[in-house]
Nanobody
Framework: QVQLVESGGGLVQPGGSLRLSCVASGSIFSINFMAWYRQAPGKERELVAK???????NYVDSVKGRFAISKDNAQNTVYLQMSGLKPEDTAVYYCNAAVTATSRASFEVWGQGTLVTVSS
């Protein structure tokens, strides 16, 4: 069993910053990639940023230059540093990971989501 637990969401003013964290725990053999998705009210879930086991990153165009994804392999943790936040960044942010368990089964796991609200 593998679980993802997110933290760090909240209310922030436009132009402000937040850092999201996501910790993976359980019977983990390896993590192939970790990512952040978001879903705004009435919209589909979209990929925000992704980081592979080798450290390669990619971002949705709307957050390039403002958001940065990073990871701590020893802690099985991924971060999303968000700066220059805009009202349109308001969404529930979900952590996602592709994991190989100690059983050697491979699957994707989702966190429960953390709400980010950008408003004055």
């Amino acid at each position: 069993q593998v679980q993802l637990v997110e933290s760090g969401g909240g209310l922030v003013q436009p132009g402000g910053s937040l850092r999201l964290s996501c910790v993976a725990s359980g019977s983990i053999f390896s993590i192939n990639f970790m990512a952040w998705y978001r879903q705004a009210p009435g919209k589909e879930r979209e990929l925000v940023a992704k980081i592979t086991s080798g450290g390669s990153t990619n971002y949705v165009d709307s957050v390039k230059g403002r958001f940065a994804i990073s990871k701590d392999n020893a802690q099985n943790t991924v971060y999303l540093q968000m700066s220059g936040l805009k009202p349109e960044d308001t969404a529930v942010y979900y952590c996602n990971a592709a994991v190989t368990a100690t059983s050697r089964a491979s699957f994707e796991v989702w966190g429960q989501g953390t709400l980010v609200t950008v408003s004055s």
